[in-house]
């Protein structure tokens, strides 16, 4: 570890000496100028942020009394990475403008990403309806109602190869958001590639692949936590050998954000899921730098700007110390936390839709400051429906003026060396190892999981939050004030003959595929399962026999079983 020059330690040592003539003259200042022109202000109230975080009136360098330049902030693409991965961050390549998309039938979807290709977009990223997330097909009773509802419907290899036709997928990269049958679908993206003559070794993307944070937040959960565990690494596994250039799991705080988590609980719970995926990784056998380089983040951008800076600073310090100290990769690349971000769709309201273009802007613009490699910035519209073409436009362009107008990506971390910001970096840093001890002395993520630790922890900080906006203490512009009455503004509506268009090629698919073959293969991932191989190439070999979704979840489950969750009080 760098420590730096003689010459800055002298600096430092000085600094420290005059902390405490800095803390008297504060108090001072506060008890003789700040308390008596507060007097004269309306009554005085706590100022928290969105997670109920004390927020002090001033900060100066006795907030700091230990800091050190080189141990805890450096320079960007230096350990401990606060200020970034990279050397250059944003001036020398700009984030990835990746707006999350999908919608009714593969061709509807394939039509929209066309268009935000056309308009400017650099990545793709793919919505999944409800069944696909589910694991059944759209055919299936579970799927009556939902079908091309959220998500685009995908039920086996013919659907996904209209979804990227005409897309070369050795230029593109694509994020998919899926999860507990994410190895299936991935295996389906491989098997379109090949179609499209582009070797695995080439594509690049990620699938969320994220497993914990389902049984913590979003519950489109179907195998035990134990199975599914074991098909991530699998997962891990194969990409590092066969599909070198991508990620294999996004490790998602978002989710756990949008169930009401506060900033640090998302920050401590996703780290350590993270870590929980790593020990499973080493007990498979992997080398720790094998494969954590292909390791990414998926964080959520809230409204509180400057708490959501420090958020994504401290993680990347946090993941930088654990992956060298704590599990002793050697490469650099494996210290990086590279992750995209998503504008909080939970902070968005239907009341005065239009105000939901400023919050998305602040929420990218934290973001952008906090250092993302990649961005999806949420429509206006997407407390009603899917978001139209027009919202959809205003939100890239919102990142476009970002990048190209602002200034903000002129200099690498901006706020580096505040005394507010870092402070808070620190802070968050601190609470969140705390929330990581805590969890490895239960025994890790998944015992956590089983026992409903951090469960109960997001259920009662959404409880707080909902108290706090009853009681006005926290203001939702529009819903607890500065009300008024807004016209209804335009649509996306998913037409009835989606379902009926989709149920008609899967019934094609059914009937024109080689049964036998279909069969066989089935049989074998069944058998492979049992035997605790790895299973993608057995899911390869399913999905390009066109055996449906559905047909592959099932026969999974008669393996590994399907779980139910606890109930947890």
């Known amino acids: 570890m760098r420590t730096g020059s003689r010459k800055e330690k002298s600096r430092v040592k000085e600094r420290r000496q005059k902390a405490p003539d800095i803390k008297r003259a504060y108090e001072s200042w506060k008890?003789?100028?700040?308390?008596?022109?507060?007097?004269?202000?309306?009554?005085?109230?706590?100022?928290?942020?969105?997670?109920?975080?004390?927020?002090?009136?001033?900060?100066?360098?006795?907030?700091?009394?230990?800091?050190?330049?080189?141990?805890?902030?450096?320079?960007?693409?230096?350990?401990?990475?606060?200020?970034?991965?990279?050397?250059?961050?944003?001036?020398?390549?700009?984030?990835?403008?990746?707006?999350?998309?999908?919608?009714?039938?593969?061709?509807?979807?394939?039509?929209?990403?066309?268009?935000?290709?056309?308009?400017?977009?650099t990545g793709l990223s793919v919505a999944f309806h409800l069944p696909t997330l589910m694991g059944v097909d759209s055919d299936h009773p579970l799927a009556k109602g939902e079908v091309g509802k959220c998500g685009v419907a995908i039920d086996s290899l013919a659907d996904m190869e209209v979804l990227f036709s005409g897309l070369p997928l050795d230029k593109i990269t694509t994020s998919m958001t899926i999860n507990a049958p994410a190895a299936v679908l991935w295996a389906m993206y491989i098997a379109v590639a090949e179609k499209q003559g582009v070797s695995p070794k080439v594509i690049s993307g990620t699938i969320q692949n994220d497993i914990l944070k389902e049984y913590i937040a979003q519950k489109t959960f179907v195998f035990p936590p134990r199975p599914s565990m074991k098909l991530i690494v699998d997962t891990f596994e194969y990409g590092a050998k066969e599909v070198p250039r991508w990620n294999t799991i996004s490790i998602s705080g978002y989710h756990i954000r949008e169930a009401g988590a506060t900033a640090v609980q998302e920050l401590a719970f996703t780290l350590r899921d993270g870590i929980e995926y790593v020990i499973w990784g080493l007990e498979r056998g992997l080398e720790i730098d094998e494969f954590a380089p292909r390791l990414s983040y998926f964080f959520n951008s809230h409204n509180d700007f400057f708490e959501e800076i420090a958020k994504f600073r401290a993680a990347r310090t946090i993941w930088a110390e654990v992956m060298r100290d704590r599990f002793g990769a050697r490469s650099p690349r494996s210290w990086w936390l590279r992750f995209h971000t998503q504008t909080s769709g939970v902070s968005l309201v239907a009341q005065q839709p239009y105000n939901n273009v400023v919050r998305v802007a602040i929420q990218a613009l934290a973001a952008v400051l906090g250092g993302t490699q990649s961005l999806h910035t949420n429509s206006l519209d997407e407390t009603f429906a899917l978001p139209s073409e027009d919202a959809v436009t205003i939100a890239l362009r919102t990142q476009q003026i970002l990048a190209h107008e602002s200034g903000v990506a002129n200099t690498i971390d901006p706020l580096g060396g505040s005394y507010f910001v870092e402070a808070l970096t620190k802070e968050m840093e601190r609470e969140a190892k705390d929330y990581i001890k805590k969890i490895d002395h239960m025994g890790g993520m998944v015992r956590a999981i089983e026992l409903g630790?951090?469960?109960?922890?997001?259920?009662?900080?959404?409880?707080?939050?909902?108290?706090?906006?009853?009681?006005?203490?926290?203001?939702?512009?529009?819903?607890?004030?500065?009300?008024?009455?807004?016209?209804?503004?335009?649509?996306?509506?998913?037409?009835?003959?989606?379902?009926?268009?989709?149920?008609v090629r899967l019934q094609s698919v059914r009937k024109n595929r080689e049964q036998a073959a279909v069969k066989k293969t089935l049989a074998n991932l069944k058998k492979a399962a049992r035997d605790e191989q790895n299973l993608m190439p057995y899911l390869l070999k399913c999905v390009k026999t066109y055996a449906s979704l559905g047909e592959i979840m099932d026969a999974l489950k008669d393996v590994y079983g399907e779980y139910e969750e606890p109930v947890t009080f």
């Open 31 to 121: 008890r003789n100028k700040y308390s008596k022109a507060l007097e004269a202000c309306a009554p005085p109230k706590a100022f928290t942020t969105v997670s109920g975080r004390k927020i002090k009136e001033l900060y100066t360098p006795a907030d700091l009394p230990r800091f050190d330049f080189f141990r805890d902030l450096n320079f960007p693409g230096e350990y401990p990475f606060t200020r970034g991965i990279h050397p250059t961050m944003h001036r020398g390549r700009p984030w990835t403008m990746r707006q999350f998309s999908g919608f009714g039938t593969a061709e509807d979807t394939n039509k929209r990403y066309k268009y935000l290709l056309a308009h400017g977009q």
């Open 453 to 503: 630790f951090p469960q109960k922890e997001i259920a009662d900080s959404a409880y707080w939050y909902q108290k706090a906006v009853d009681a006005k203490e926290k203001i939702i512009v529009g819903v607890n004030a500065f009300e008024m009455e807004h016209e209804p503004i335009p649509l996306l509506e998913i037409d009835k003959a989606v379902a009926r268009q989709q149920l």
